[in-house]
C-alpha cells in the first residue's frame, strides 16, 4: 500500500512540474515615459532607479521650529487619515496572504465517535440486527493543481496590490507631514501680520490722537482727523479679519494632528523661520523616491497579472482531492496499521464549454485595465514632473519677489517717517502722510505673505520630490 502511493505522488507530482510552468499572464513591461536630461528650473538630471523605500527622514526639521517638529510628531501618532491608510495597507497586506494561501494544499483534520444500529432487513443482511460502535480519526486535502498560472498570478497581483497600498501609506504620510507644515507656516505668517498691524493700529493711533489735538487747536482740518481715524478704523478692522484667518488655520492644524479644534491651542510667535535653501540642482534620485509613482507602477504590474487570471479561466480547472486516518469499530487500538484507510481523489477537472464569451471579454476587460493602469503610471510621471518644476520655479521667484519687496517695505517705511516729520512742520497736509502710511502697510504685510510663500514653495519642493530635505 505504501508502495502504491509513494507511485501515485510521483506521478502527480511529475505532472504537476511539467505544466506548472505555464503562465498566461503577458510579458511585464512599464510604461516608458520620456525623461529629460534635466529640469528646465535647474540643471543636473540623471535618470536613476526607483527609491521610493528609502527612508525620508524628518525633513521639516531644516525650518528649526520645536513647535513644528511636536506637531509633526503627533500628526504620526493621532492623525485619522493617516490611521485610515494603515488600515487599508493592512488589509491589503492580509489580502496577499490570503491569497498565497491558496498555493500550498489546504489539510484538515477530522475524527468521530458514533454508535450505529443496522437494520435486520439490509441489503445482504444475515437476518439479523446489529449494533456497533465505530471510531475515526484522520485528515482530509485538497488542492488547486495550477496548470495554467491562475493562482500564481492572483498572488502576484495580489502582492502588487500590497506593496502599492504601501506606496499609498507612504504617499498619506508624506501628504499629512506637508499638509502640517504648510498649515504651521501660514499660521506663523499670520502671527508676523497680526503683530505688525497691531503696532501699526499703535501707529495710527498716535497719528489720530496728533490730528485730533490739532484739530481742537485749530491747526488741522475735520478732514484730516477724519483721514487719520479712517485709517486707525480700518487698520483695527485688519486685525480682526487676520485673527480670523489664524484661527481657521489653527483649527486645520488641530484636524491633521488629531485634536479637537475646541481644545487645541498654539501660542503666537512672530519670530522669523528659518529659510531651507531651494537646491540649485536636483539629482534624478530625489524624484524616483516619490511613493506615488512606485504605487502606479505597482499597479500596473498587478493589473498585468491580473489579464493571466483572466486567461486562465478559459482552461480547465483541476482539483485534487484526498483523504486519510484510521477506522476501527472499538475492537482494537485505534492507530494500528490494520485500521488504516485512505483516498487518493477525487481528481475532478471542471472545463468551460458555453458562458456566451464571459471569459472572453474578461480578458479584454483586464487589458483594458492594464491600459488604464499604464496610462494612469504615465500621468502620475507628468504630474511629478510639473509639480518639481512648480515648486522649484516657485521658490526662485519668490525668492527674488522677497528679495525688491524688503526693500520697497524699507523704502515705504521711509517715506512714511519723513511725510509725518513734513505733516508736524507743516509743511503737507495730512494726505501725504495718510497715502505714505498705507504704502508702508500695504508693502509691509506683502513683504509677510511673500516670505511665507517662500516656505510653503520649500514645503511643497519636499512633496514633489518624495520627502527629500531640501539643503
Known sequence: MVVEM????????????????????????????????????????QQAVPMDGEARGTWWEAFNDPQLNALEVQAEKAS????????????????ARVSSAALLPEVAATGSAQRTRVSADRPSSTGRAQTYDLYSVGG??????????????????????????????????????????????????????????????????????????????????AVDENRALTQLAAA????????ALRAATEHEIAAAVGEVASTFHIGPDAGAMAMPAIPASTPAQLLQRRPDIAAAERRMFEANAQIG??????????MLGGSGGW?????????????????????????????????????????????????????????????????????????DEAREQTVAAQAAMR????????????????????????????????????????RQASIALVKAMGGEVPR
Not at 485505534?334 to 472545463?351: I, K, Q, R
Not at 505733516?423 to 511665507?452: P, S
Request: glycine fraction near 8%; charge should be neutral; aromatic fraction near 8%.
Open 309 to 318: 487570471v483572466a486567461r486562465a479561466a478559459q482552461f480547465p480547472t483541476v
Open 415 to 454: 517715506t512714511a517717517d519723513l511725510a509725518m516729520i513734513r505733516y508736524r512742520d507743516g509743511a503737507t497736509d495730512y494726505l501725504e502722510v495718510a497715502t505714505a502710511q498705507a504704502d508702508a502697510l500695504n508693502a509691509e504685510r506683502t513683504r509677510i505673505i511673500v516670505e511665507t510663500q517662500r
Open 6 to 45: 509513494k507511485r501515485t505522488w510521483a506521478l502527480l507530482a511529475l505532472t504537476g512540474t511539467a505544466l506548472g510552468g505555464c503562465n498566461m499572464a503577458p510579458a511585464y513591461h512599464p510604461a516608458q515615459v520620456p525623461v529629460p536630461e534635466h529640469f528646465a528650473e535647474t540643471p543636473g538630471w
Open 140 to 221: 482530509t486535502f485538497s488542492y488547486e493543481l495550477d496548470f495554467w498560472g491562475r493562482v500564481r498570478n492572483s498572488v502576484r497581483a495580489a502582492r502588487a496590490e500590497a506593496a502599492a497600498s504601501g506606496g499609498d501609506l507612504a504617499s498619506a504620510r508624506l501628504s499629512l507631514q506637508a499638509q502640517v507644515a504648510d498649515a504651521y507656516v501660514r499660521l506663523r505668517g499670520l502671527d508676523g501680520q497680526v503683530k505688525f498691524l497691531r503696532d501699526t493700529v499703535v501707529t495710527y493711533q498716535r497719528a489720530w490722537q496728533l490730528n485730533h489735538d490739532r484739530h481742537e487747536g485749530g491747526d488741522a482740518s
Open 80 to 95: 485619522p487619515t493617516l490611521a485610515a491608510a494603515l488600515a487599508r495597507y493592512d488589509a491589503a497586506t492580509a489580502a
Open 236 to 243: 483695527k478692522a485688519q486685525v480682526a479679519a487676520t485673527q
Open 327 to 399: 477506522l476501527t469499530t472499538g475492537g482494537g487500538a485505534l492507530l494500528s496499521e490494520p485500521d488504516t484507510v485512505w483516498a487518493l481523489g477525487p481528481l475532478a477537472a471542471t472545463l468551460p464549454v458555453f458562458d456566451a464569451g464571459k471569459r472572453r471579454a474578461q480578458v479584454h476587460q483586464a487589458r483594458a485595465q492594464f491600459e488604464g493602469a499604464a496610462a494612469s503610471y504615465r500621468g502620475t510621471v507628468i504630474a511629478a514632473f510639473q509639480q518639481v518644476e512648480d515648486a522649484l520655479s516657485n521658490g526662485r521667484n519668490y525668492a
